[in-house]
């Protein structure tokens, strides 16, 4: 029950800001900002002279539970004016002022995951210098957790169906998270060719971390059930590292440094379309978040090896009153419970850890039909560098967007995780935008709402085109010393 209201409360958060990269507002022409996050060169065919953003944006996925017949923005909407909420004891009924919701946990053969993402970007700027240049400075806000290869033998129903004294062994998994601030500076470079335009962007980001907390599982453990609450503990090898603010019970400072960069390349080929000397084709890649944080030594890293079994009664960790004050009472409990050598602080291995930012490639290809139809194809995939770092969402998205000066709009088709489909919707109106990737669950009530997301932001923009030379006139007068300032 308290596994669901955790997941209930975060689903809740994360509809009001989509995943980190979101579709629509990702392929939207109009606007350099803040498509440069998963594409670095991609401010270099904004017809802005300059641009300011402000945004939020938000997701959650997960393969455990799920709560029936809900849309994520209807369960928010409710929980800000309930009066009441809470779990009806021994059902699988939630209660959301005057609504009644019922959820259940997901029973097939695969392991499981959970992932959630937030990300609050602005101030940010962005500029056109001359023809061939794109500079933009911001910050940006970050928090995210994932859990990763959780056995599937730790599902609910085929725990729950396990007799007491039963013994299996599960296999090596991780969970992690992490919020931190960044600086962000963006430099793109276009290259004008014999046949097109190659674009360059990179992202230089300077990292300041909040929070974080890592579990790792490592190698096989052995686990009894002894009943519902309390199990034994075998051959475990199990590393638990926490910032000193969690320990500590003082959130908001930082707690260390990192940095981070992003890489990206265009091509863009055909004929200019429009006013605005669009390409007609356009191909990128790029690798995101390369990079880590390191946090300082108020950090705590434990240990704790079970050989022989150990025994972990549930009843001793029930510190929920507590919160984040409990955490050393935890520590002391898991040393008493399992190193079982006299000392509450046996278990201490280090201070200070490190934790990888959530690596991905980005391919994507781009088709403009007419000035304002245009048609795009994204390919994200996690590549993370060691064991110990984040991971993003990642998938595959098709979209068909109608894009004008001052308004716009696309539907996209989105494959989660190489594993769901889901329709998107971006809509931007003048300054305002919006939209959702999972529009089904997150807006339209789904039958098994187990993920949704939802980003919004305010972008003010030149309010005339910034005169852009042509392809052609560029390259007659490549090897000038020509540079034209950007204009309001």
């Known amino acids: 029950m308290r596994v669901s209201s955790v997941f209930a409360a975060l689903f809740l958060c994360a509809s009001w800001a989509s995943s980190q990269s979101p579709g629509g507002m990702a392929f939207d022409p109009y606007g350099a900002q803040p498509g440069v996050y998963w594409q670095p060169a991609s401010g270099l065919n904004s017809p802005y002279g300059w641009e300011f953003h402000l945004g939020a944006q938000g997701g959650i996925d997960n393969n455990y539970l799920f709560i029936e017949m809900a849309a994520g923005l209807g369960l928010t909407t409710r929980l800000a004016r309930a009066d009441v909420l809470g779990i009806i004891n021994d059902t699988q009924r939630w209660v959301v002022g005057d609504r009644i919701y019922d959820f259940d946990y997901f029973d097939d053969g695969v392991e499981r995951f959970g992932r959630v993402e937030f990300s609050f970007t602005g101030p940010s700027l962005s500029f056109r210098l001359g023809n061939d240049w794109r500079i933009g400075l911001g910050t940006r806000f970050r928090a995210m957790g994932d859990a990763r290869d959780v056995d599937t033998q730790l599902s609910f129903y085929t725990y729950d169906a396990l007799p007491e004294g039963s013994r299996f062994t599960i296999q090596p998994g991780s969970a992690q998270g992490a919020t931190w601030g960044e600086v962000n500076l963006n430099l793109a470079k276009r290259i004008t060719t014999a046949t097109g335009e190659l674009g360059i962007g990179v992202n230089l980001k300077y990292i300041r971390p909040f929070s974080s907390a890592r579990l790792l599982v490592e190698g096989e453990t052995t686990i009894t059930k002894i009943n519902r609450g309390s199990v034994g503990l075998e051959n475990s090898n199990i590393q638990v590292a926490l910032t000193g603010d969690l320990l500590e019970n003082d959130l908001g400072r930082f707690t260390g440094q990192g940095v981070g960069v992003d890489i990206g390349f265009t091509y863009s080929t055909g004929e200019l379309i429009g006013p605005q000397d669009q390409p007609q084709l356009t191909f990128g890649v790029a690798v995101l978040d390369l990079g880590g944080m390191q946090f300082d030594e108020t950090s705590e890293v434990h240990r704790f090896s079970a050989d022989p079994n150990r025994v972990i009664v549930g009843d001793d960790y029930n510190f929920a009153e507590s919160g984040l004050a409990s955490l050393p009472d935890a520590i002391e409990q898991l ?70 000066w001052w308004y716009g709009g696309s539907v996209s088709l989105n494959f989660h995780e190489f594993r769901q489909i889901n329709l998107g919707l971006y809509l931007r109106a003048g300054p305002l935008y919006f939209g959702t990737d999972r529009l089904i669950g997150t807006v339209l009530s789904r039958d098994r709402l187990a993920a949704g997301d939802f980003y919004a932001g305010l972008r003010i923009h030149s309010f005339k085109p910034s005169e852009r030379k042509s392809r052609k006139k560029r390259r007659k007068r490549g090897n000038s010393r020509y540079n034209e300032c950007y204009q309001f």
Do not use: C
């Open 335 to 404: 040393n008493s419970d399992i190193n079982q050598d006299g000392s509450t602080r046996g278990s201490l291995e280090g201070n200070g850890f490190t934790l990888g930012l959530p690596v991905r490639t980005a391919l994507n290809v781009s088709y403009q039909l007419d000035e304002a139809v245009g048609f795009d194809g994204r390919l994200l995939i996690n590549t993370p560098l060691g064991p110990n770092a984040l991971r993003a969402s990642q998938g595959f998205t098709a979209n068909a967007r109608y894009s004008k």
